[in-house]
């Protein structure tokens, strides 16, 4: 069973702090993403990663960074959190670039910037 | 620009059938998702579709035309269960996947 885990449920940071959002996936999968989640919206593409310390930009990268120091680990940083970065995060793998695999979510975490 | 639309909300009655629609209007067209999310959950796959026709797994069977742009996912027997949001994702011609906001499906006894 693939396994995406994400360090945080719940999070709530103060406007200006620098927040770090931890995903770890068990797979060996090659592809990792980071989206967000808001109402009446699609998931919107942050950055995703196919390989080690390789990133690529996705729809809505402005205000993140993201680091990939080991296969099974993708972090996403907003160096200075905003207001309107108040959302659900969710990270996903998949094995291989093939955009025909599915994607294997973690169960989110839900971030409140005040 | 991309467009994916799907009902915001749909309820329907335990032991029924359900109908959930998605209309796309891509740039171009490589196949077309279907995943099952729980609220406050992970999302997780319930179908793929790239050709045209009806492909049944189970309960749950997902229809595609592409010449219309239009899928459907067909919900057999319901249960309290398959209570959930529904997303539609469509990958375009450069292979990018668009994903819609999701149909938010009520089940009542």
């Known amino acids: 069973d693939v396994k995406v885990t994400q360090s945080s449920r719940y999070l709530v940071k103060r406007t200006g702090e620098k927040v770090f959002l931890e995903c770890v996936q068990d797979?060996?999968?090659?592809?990792m993403f980071w989206y967000r989640q808001d109402p009446g919206l699609g998931l919107r593409l942050i950055y995703f990663?196919?390989?080690?310390?390789?990133?690529e930009k996705g729809d809505i990268p402005e205000g993140y960074s993201v680091s990939r120091e080991k296969k099974e680990r993708f972090s996403l940083i907003l160096e200075s959190a905003s207001t309107n970065q108040t959302s659900m995060y969710l990270c996903?793998?998949?094995?291989?670039?093939?955009?025909?695999?599915?994607?294997?979510f973690g169960p989110g975490t839900r971030l409140t910037v005040l | 620009g991309q467009n994916i639309d799907q009902p915001t909300e749909m309820t329907a009655t335990e032991g029924a059938i359900v109908q959930i629609n998605c209309t796309y209007q891509?740039?171009?067209?490589?196949?077309l998702f279907w995943y099952q999310q729980h609220a406050g959950e992970a999302p997780t796959f319930l179908s793929y579709?790239?050709l045209d026709g009806l492909e049944e797994k189970g309960r749950f069977s997902s229809f595609l035309s592409r010449s219309k742009g239009y899928s459907y996912l067909l919900l057999k027997e319901l249960q309290m269960k398959d209570s959930a949001s529904y997303l539609c994702?469509?990958?375009?011609?450069?292979?990018?996947?668009?994903w819609g906001a999701g149909t938010k499906l009520i089940i009542k006894p």
């Open positions: 996903a793998s998949s094995p291989t670039l093939d955009p025909y695999n599915e994607q294997f």
């Open positions: 797979m060996d999968h090659e592809n």
């Open positions: 990663s196919y390989d080690v310390k390789m990133k």
């Open positions: 891509t740039s171009g067209f490589n196949g």
């Open positions: 579709n790239v």
């Open positions: 994702a469509v990958i375009d011609s450069n292979y990018q996947l668009i």
